[in-house]
């Protein structure tokens, strides 16, 4: 059944046909090589042999080992010692012959002791074939089911025909040919028959075949069969072509805590708010006795603030599911009301329905001529141009950027002075003027930033030290400082487990996350510290796959990515952090080696920018698409333009 045997023979004739003489070369073998193999000693014959050797055979069916084994005669018919060779033999096509020859006998019912239905078919089985094939049948025929006695199985119509046939061809040929009509069939029936392999195989067919107009339905097949990478794909598919998505019958067919989830997205990729405002009413309105009592939850999810005014004025007058419920009608308001705080600039503006989604944000890079940074740039992507916007109030050099909404925060940095800054400057997208915030509590450089829940957080860095010359730097902070945009306030939170500065700072699943740095002595430091603002406390989370500083990161859904570094290792590695499992994945590398690089995610996508190697400077801008792990050029920088920091901020709201 193995297809692998042990031929023994002896050089000598052994009395009494061996008896206890055989015991040690019966253990040797069964020791040395049974382990190896697992395979049982099948048969010794005895003859003469003059000149015992070692001999390894192969062919392209068959191999063959002949191997010395030295065992101690019997002494009542022998002193001296002699040798014992072993053949094993393997035959490596005798599966695949054996499973020709069932499926010859399944094909003439011979040998044949079950029989499975399926609509009006029937198919003589061998229940061996089909246990040892899948765990579904192993499970049916040894379990005590009434299936294991009875001589039929049934499956009605809850199987095609022809998907198992194909199924139980593959059980007896190990092949089976999937194309555009039966891989979804296949997946489905692979389920449900515990034919693992088909499934799979069936999966990556459809990943291969994945297009706008169909990933709804693969996302929705896909997750009730648990093929994880389909669902993700198909998943990011629906976010990237929400605009054809919504048009097919499949997008009617939803159920509401799916489509609560396409249209709640930030990678959601829309330009016009409008289109998933208006997606949202024709699915109510496709079954809508039972889902108008839904619209409520589903108009929170909408930025109705991104709408046109017009646009939700003539809903509020004009639409009759949104007349008909007070409740539809107070959100349409308070959507109003964000509307024109945020076109007067009126303060803060934190509502859910305000916030467009990654798609609809600007990419800006703060840079110069040289690392003092003087100039934010803004990335046409459509164009692929680099676009000069503003000046900084102040040039300045190791700072950090953070944008929250419409508005740029930069905080501290060394100026021309090399004096290190406490001082926070604003940079209002909508109205395109700088504006000061109140200092922060400490001033620092090389330290990094993030939003968290519409609030500032600045972590780590170093700051001057007193009585020393101003470039003197301090060991690396521990400080993290928390700025409320809506008192223009600044407080301390709980400090770092270890004090980091040139720090890789994001925030993703409501914390923050703090990559590698400098520690306080000057060495790389290859811990992921977590925050969590509920307990006000600092967590050592996991650990990086190397020691990191000078690096980027960047955050898509649960996803944080990782790129560059100062070290030969590092500096075009990128890796993909899961914050919810804490497990690392290595993904493609970048096109050049990058140290001091700058990172954001946009529309489903990745965007690197600046850093250097030695004395190469990298002059592009590059994007990672994680769908298909590679990396791309968009344009290149201009060569007047060293990146020093790179931000995403909202779109320009429609009047």
């Not at 099948?42 to 010395?68: E, G, Q, W, Y």
């Not at 109030?393 to 929250?404: G, Y």
């Not at 004395?615 to 801008?621: P, Y």
Request: proline share 4%; net charge neutral; with cysteine.
């Amino acid at each position: 059944s193995s297809s692998w045997c042990y031929i023994v023979s002896s050089e000598w004739e052994l009395p009494g046909g061996g008896g206890a003489a055989w015991a040690p070369a019966r253990r040797a073998i069964d020791s040395d090589l049974g382990q190896l193999a697992g395979l049982p000693l099948l048969n010794i014959t005895r003859h003469r042999k003059r000149n015992p050797s070692f001999v390894c055979k192969a062919s392209a069916d068959r191999a063959t080992v002949i191997m010395s084994v030295s065992v101690h005669e019997n002494r009542k018919s022998r002193t001296s010692t002699g040798s014992m060779n072993i053949l094993l033999f393997h035959k490596t096509s005798h599966p695949d012959c054996v499973l020709s020859h069932l499926n010859t006998f399944r094909k003439r019912c011979v040998f044949t002791d079950v029989t499975l239905w399926a609509g009006n078919r029937s198919f003589p089985c061998h229940r061996a074939v089909l246990a040892a094939s899948s765990s579904y049948f192993e499970a049916m025929f040894s379990n005590g089911l009434r299936e294991s006695l009875d001589d039929e199985v049934n499956f009605h119509d809850s199987l095609h025909p022809e998907v198992l046939e194909l199924l139980l061809d593959f059980a007896y040929s190990s092949q089976i040919i999937i194309n555009e009509e039966n891989a979804e069939s296949l997946l489905e029936a692979g389920d449900m028959l515990q034919f693992h392999d088909v499934r799979d195989a069936a999966a990556e067919f459809l990943e291969k075949n994945l297009y706008p107009s169909n990933c709804l339905g693969m996302m929705l097949l896909s997750d009730v069969h648990q093929c994880r990478r389909l669902y993700e794909l198909s998943w990011r598919m629906c976010l990237v072509n929400f605009e054809t998505v919504h048009k097919s019958e499949d997008f009617n067919n939803l159920s509401k805590d799916t489509l609560l989830d396409l249209i709640s997205s930030d990678e959601l990729e829309i330009e016009d708010e409008e289109k998933v405002f208006r997606a949202i009413i024709q699915w109510v309105k496709y079954d809508l006795d039972k889902r108008k009592v839904h619209l409520p939850e589903l108009l929170r999810n909408v930025r109705l603030a991104l709408l046109p005014s017009k646009c939700l004025k003539e809903a509020m007058a004009c639409e009759d599911l949104i007349m008909a419920d007070e409740r539809n009608k107070l959100i349409m308001e308070e959507a109003m009301h964000c509307k024109k705080k945020i076109l007067q600039n009126d303060g803060v503006v934190t509502s859910p329905c305000a916030k467009p989604r990654k798609a609809g944000h600007t990419l800006l890079i703060l840079g110069g001529q040289t690392f003092m940074c003087d100039k934010i740039y803004q990335v046409d992507q459509k164009a692929k141009e680099i676009i000069p916007k503003a000046d900084l109030p102040s040039p300045r050099k190791e700072f950090s950027a953070c944008a929250i909404g419409c508005k740029v925060y930069v905080t501290g940095g060394r100026g021309s002075e090399n004096g290190v800054s406490k001082d926070v400057w604003v940079y209002d997208t909508v109205h395109e003027e700088w504006s000061k915030a109140a200092p922060m509590l400490i001033a620092r450089f090389g330290h990094g930033s993030a939003e968290l829940e519409n609030c500032l957080y600045v972590v780590g860095g170093h700051t001057a030290v007193a009585g020393v010359f101003p470039a003197s730097p301090s060991v690396s902070l521990k400080q993290v400082e928390k700025y409320d945009p809506v008192s223009n306030k600044w407080t301390m939170v709980a400090p770092l487990r270890d004090g980091v500065s040139n720090a890789a700072v994001v925030s993703a699943r409501l914390k923050l996350f703090v990559f590698g740095g400098t520690s306080i002595y000057r060495d790389l430091v290859s811990k992921v510290q977590c925050y969590d603002p509920v307990v006000n406390r600092w967590a050592i989370k996991a650990e990086c796959p190397q020691p990191w500083r000078y690096t980027a990161a960047a955050v898509l859904g649960s996803q944080i990515f990782i790129m560059g570094g100062d070290t030969e290792f590092t500096a075009a590695s990128a890796y993909r952090f899961d914050c919810e499992t804490d497990q690392w994945t290595r993904i493609g590398d970048m096109t050049a080696k990058r140290m001091s690089c700058h990172a954001l995610a946009s529309g489903n996508k990745l965007y690197v920018v600046g850093g250097y190697f030695g004395t190469q400077r990298c002059k592009t801008l590059d994007c990672y698409d994680p769908t298909s792990d590679t990396w791309n050029c968009i344009t290149t920088v201009p060569y007047s333009l060293i990146p020093t920091a790179f931000v995403s901020t909202w779109k320009h709201l429609p009047a």
